[in-house]
């Protein structure tokens, strides 16, 4: 795992999540992207789920704990790469992640994270013609633009 | 069915690290006795949250997997500790039980994912959780 996990990248930290972790893995991992953070200042934390074969409870918690800390440092997390087997066995076991938003690869977790950067800066012009998914931020300047 | 249709794999469980090798294992044996990914993986995830269950509830365990083929294939998980016991079963096996760690979660998850979940526990002894899940 180590420090190749979590990479900056501009206001954002992209954390590559390893395939097998063990619990005591996880919450080094959580340690690892608070302190990151705090380190480069980011604003976004990716978590690209593209290598996780094998996601249960104790994963999801970590998931939505990582979330719910992330936010008291003034960030924001966005789940990425999600394989269809995980989506399915995560729903059958009755978990769901309410609140954090999750696309289907790194491309759109970086759309949507420079997206809302845009719209919480009002430069909304400059983005308008890239986007392209149906989210509130969407919605709202697909609004605007018609007023 | 014939000795050679089972398959079958013991793991002791003692750490994490166990739970690793044990869901791994359960992938990969029911990936080979040809249940479809999403499958194998939730079968994965049981033997996850079982096995974690002992990591966490107790001094160890272990955790039996076999794989029946034949006309009637299907997936067998036990898991046996000498834990404390569950006091309430019914409570664990609805989801609205957490003792420790949000673990109740996971076992009536598990009950749902599975065919068969049986629990068998007397407290002071231990617990072993016997499961199932056929293939379609």
Excluded at chain 1, 122 to 136: C, F, H, L
Excluded at chain 2, 44 to 50: C, K, Q, R, T
Excluded at chain 2, 51 to 73: F, H, M
Excluded at chain 2, 100 to 113: A, T
Aim: proline share 3%; with cysteine; hydrophobic share 45%.
């Amino acid at each position: 795992m180590e420090t190749t996990a979590v990479q900056k990248l501009e206001n954002l930290l992209l954390v590559s999540v390893p395939q097998d972790m063990t619990d005591e893995d996880v919450i080094l991992l959580r340690r690892q992207v608070l302190q990151k953070i705090r380190q480069h200042g980011s604003r976004w934390v990716l978590l690209d789920f593209a290598l996780v074969d094998i996601c249960d409870s104790f994963f999801g918690r970590f998931i939505y704990s990582m979330a719910e800390m992330v936010k008291l440092m003034g960030a924001k997390v966005i789940i990425s790469g999600l394989q269809d087997a995980v989506v399915e066995t995560l729903i059958d076991l009755g978990l769901t992640l309410p609140h954090i938003p999750a696309v289907l690869d790194l491309d759109d977790a970086l759309a949507l994270a420079r997206s809302t950067d845009a719209t919480s800066f009002g430069a909304m012009a400059s983005i308008r013609e890239n986007v392209v998914w149906d989210t509130p931020e969407a919605k709202l300047l697909a609004n605007r633009s018609e007023v | 069915m014939s000795y050679s249709d089972i398959n079958t794999a013991t793991i002791p469980i003692k750490s994490s690290v166990d739970v690793i090798i044990a869901r791994r294992k359960a992938m990969n044996m029911a990936a080979e006795m040809g249940f479809p990914k999403p499958e194998a993986t939730k079968i994965a995830v049981v033997v996850s949250e079982l096995t974690r269950n002992i990591v966490i509830y107790t001094d160890g365990g272990s955790v039996v997997l076999t794989a029946y083929g034949g006309s009637n294939k299907q997936f067998e998980i036990v898991a046996r500790d000498n834990g404390p016991g569950i006091k309430d079963v019914d409570r664990i096996l609805s989801g609205g039980y957490s003792t420790s760690k949000g673990l109740g979660k996971g076992v009536s998850g598990s009950k749902n994912i599975m065919d068969i979940f049986e629990i068998h526990s007397i407290i002071g002894k231990g617990t072993t959780i016997k499961t199932s899940k056929k293939m379609r």
